[in-house]
């Protein structure tokens, strides 16, 4: 994936890999066995995908958001941030807004304005100020 967006002209400072969510394998199996089935994804692959994203993030230069390890830091219960074991919750979400938004601004923070702010969009008439009459 890294390689596909370079080769469209996106330099690896403007890319953000995240980590899969760790799994919570009693809610996720709970799932399974209503769909018929039996557990069929363990938290310890996950890992190993978490950390094969850590290592492309590494070795490509571009930023990552470790989501498996921030959600199991000191041992906490991260059931809230799933919905069903896998998926995140509303909850888990937010999290993962609250770590990606920082990463995501500071890779935004720099580009230049095509548009007025909406404040300067004059009320009255504004495709003077978003399209120019020669006064912007």
């Known amino acids: 994936m890294v390689r596909y967006l370079k080769s469209v002209d996106i330099p690896e400072t403007r890319i953000i890999l995240i980590t899969p969510p760790p799994l919570y394998e009693a809610d996720w199996e709970r799932e399974c066995l209503m769909q018929g089935c039996k557990l069929n994804r363990l938290n310890s692959v996950v890992g190993e995908y978490a950390n094969a994203c850590l290592k492309v993030a590494q070795d490509c230069g571009t930023d990552v958001l470790d989501l498996w390890t921030l959600m199991q830091k000191d041992s906490q219960d991260f059931s809230s941030y799933l919905s069903d074991g896998l998926h995140l919750s509303p ?31 004059a009320e009255t008439k504004p495709e003077s100020s978003l399209l120019g009459d020669g006064d912007h």
């Not at 580009?111 to 404040?119: G, K, M, T």
């Open 91 to 121: 909850k888990g979400n937010e999290l993962l807004f609250s770590h990606l938004w920082p990463l995501m601004e500071k890779k935004v923070s720099s580009l230049p304005l095509l548009l007025p702010y909406w404040r300067d969009v």
